[in-house]
């Protein structure tokens, strides 16, 4: 009988934790714990109200670590679910009511991206196509407010702006957007998704309607996730069925996930803010270590601490091809990304370099290296050796 393959650790540098980080030991453990036991959630008899009393727990966890009421807290699949839902539930609750405009910022991941522009273009039957704006980003990818704010009016269902960008790691001025928002009565979302566990999120205090977050960037398993929305919030489900989740996500809960999750969130926000001044030392030696190899570089996002986030470096290399890059550190056992990982693969430059005002070659001549957890300096050791041979063997490459 065939049997699933075994993955052996391989003995790898790992500088991809911003496409997915090792689940952390306290995750598994709690995953471990619930996986022998029978019960759904939403069944009444004792095996039922067991696997709920895990699930409510897990809430409770989720929505302190993240600043929200654990009636706030709604268990998705992951980020890409949850951002789908913020946008298209959002927007299918309002357009009825004349709201049909849609603003995002222009480097949205495309789990915000793709949902908003299929709203504005091939939305069908009884719904109005949105107006979608994608309001432009500084050189270092911050929002240009004057432009939200010109673009948010009366009409507007909802406005979403990241928290942090996944690809250069820019903060944005979340608070700012949410205020934006609520001044004409337009829903405020924001991807989180890679900023929970690196910088502070509260969503009480941010003033969103919406955030999203998902367990597999910060520790633990891979799909699950939330999305947090405020009571008062109107939202039309995406997902048709059994009514779970306040009958926003029908779909029965994954409790192993759901208590793998929560526990991975709760280490991760309390590790915050030392692991944010550790991860910022080792990426300033990463830093350090590319330029010395390559002074031409270009690096990405704002050059202050304050104003991104600590394990994200997206380098420009003239003269290379992300693409060559990225095999040649591949076969030196070094895992890097051209970007972020859902396109990862797709040969298309970046978007969220070109809104950077990156021209197509320079935008395909950019690797990103993210840390996590499990980094240290040995990593950064490692690319320092592997550099020199992989930059000149990309150079070549590019000159034939
Ligand atoms: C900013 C951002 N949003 C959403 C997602 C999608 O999350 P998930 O993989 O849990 O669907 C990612 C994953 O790369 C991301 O980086």
Request: net charge negative; proline share 4%; hydrophobic share 45%.
């Amino acid at each position: 009988m065939a049997s699933v393959p075994a993955r052996t650790d391989l003995a790898r540098t790992y500088l991809d934790h911003a496409a997915t980080t090792p689940m952390v030991p306290v995750a598994i453990e709690a995953m471990t714990a619930q996986l022998g036991h029978v019960g759904n959630p939403s069944s009444l008899h004792a095996s039922g109200r067991a696997a709920r009393r895990v699930v409510e727990e897990s809430r409770e966890i989720v929505a302190a670590s993240l600043g929200a009421k654990p009636a706030e807290v709604v268990f998705t699949s992951g980020g890409t679910e949850a951002d789908n839902l913020a946008i298209k539930g959002a927007y299918a609750a309002s357009s009825p009511r004349g709201r049909d405009r849609v603003v995002i910022s222009a480097i949205e991941h495309h789990a915000v991206l793709d949902p908003a522009r299929w709203l504005a273009d091939r939305l069908g039957a009884d719904l109005v196509r949105a107006d979608l704006v994608e309001v432009q980003v500084s050189t270092s990818g911050v929002v240009i407010l004057d432009e939200l704010i010109r673009a948010v009016d009366e009409r507007t269902a909802v406005v979403s702006v990241m928290w942090a960008n996944n690809e250069i790691g820019t903060l944005q001025p979340v608070a700012e957007v949410a205020r934006i928002a609520r001044r004409v009565g337009a829903l405020a979302h924001s991807d989180a998704v890679q900023a929970v566990g690196h910088v502070p999120v509260d969503f009480a205090a941010s003033g969103l309607d919406l955030l999203t977050v998902t367990g597999h960037k910060l520790g633990g398993p891979v799909g699950v996730g939330a999305l947090l929305a405020r009571r008062e919030v109107s939202l039309e489900p995406t997902q048709h069925g059994g009514g779970q989740e306040r009958d926003l996500r029908s779909g029965t809960l994954d409790v192993v996930a759901v208590a793998g999750f929560a526990a991975a969130l709760k280490v991760a926000v309390e590790a915050q803010t030392a692991e944010r001044a550790r991860l910022e030392r080792l990426r300033r030696r990463l830093v350090e270590t590319v330029l010395a190899a390559a002074p031409d570089a270009v690096v990405h996002g704002p050059a202050d601490p304050a104003l991104r986030l600590p394990n994200v470096v997206n380098v420009e290399l003239p003269g290379c091809s992300a693409d060559a890059l990225l095999l040649l550190f591949d076969a030196a056992g070094l895992d890097c990304s051209t970007g972020s990982a859902c396109t990862a693969g797709v040969a298309q430059p970046s978007h969220v370099l070109l809104a950077l005002g990156r021209s197509v070659t320079q935008a395909r001549s950019a690797l990103r290296f993210s840390l996590g957890h499990s980094s240290t300096g040995a990593d950064i050791d490692a690319l320092a050796r592997a550099l020199p041979e992989v930059l000149s063997r990309a150079r070549a490459a590019a000159r034939t």
